[in-house]
């Protein structure tokens, strides 16, 4: 996809704050420290048009960009970093599952892994609740750069027997190389195709 423009717009917590409904969105969820921020960056060839940060459990707000004039990327805060605060992380849950159930022009999320990490708890539930309320969403392993070949193999194909999905099915990802960008945008492509 050639960007030709790219813009935050806002944050919001709560849907009366929410951007004015217009164009689909596509929203990216995984866990903190993820690189969800550094993914979205190299989708839209930008080095910091998402804010990244080595604190994990910075994002805390949902967070909207514009692409091309026509789509909306959100950026949705990571799960599972310990050191926030509890408060924080009760709020976070109902933020986004209110978002995630109920933004009628939300066409997928993209939800991102670790490739050098064994999926957690918490990813096998966000990929039941987003099944289970019938979500669109296209898994990513990201930072492949940090693996050799053969480790990038085992890896693959362990992430996705544990999260019940075929590994064609399981998108690879590094920001750094650039690889999977034009396979993730083709993918989203197809969801936004499929919904019209």
């Known amino acids: 996809m050639k960007i030709r423009s790219a813009t935050f717009i806002k944050s919001a917590i709560h849907p009366p704050d929410y951007p004015p409904q217009g164009p689909p969105e596509i929203a990216f969820a995984g866990r903190s420290n993820v690189g969800k921020s550094s993914l979205i960056n190299r989708l839209v060839n930008r080095k910091r048009l998402v804010k990244t940060s080595n604190t994990p459990g910075r994002t805390q707000m949902l967070n909207f960009f514009e692409i091309n004039e026509n789509l909306i990327f959100t950026d949705l805060p990571g799960y599972g970093y310990a050191k926030v605060p509890e408060r924080v992380k009760k709020n976070w849950g109902p933020m986004i599952e209110t978002y995630l159930s109920t933004r009628p022009t939300l066409k997928g999320v993209v939800v991102i892994l670790d490739i050098r990490r064994t999926p957690s708890a918490e990813d096998r539930d966000l990929f039941g609740w987003l099944y289970s309320g019938a979500i669109p969403f296209l898994p990513v392993l990201t930072k492949t750069d940090k693996l050799s070949k053969m480790q990038r193999q085992k890896h693959h194909k362990a992430a996705a027997d544990l ?34």
């Open 163 to 196: 999260l019940g999905v075929q590994p064609a099915d399981l998108l690879l990802f590094s920001a750094k190389t650039g690889e999977g960008r034009e396979a993730l945008w083709a993918e989203i492509g197809n969801l936004l195709e499929e919904d019209e």
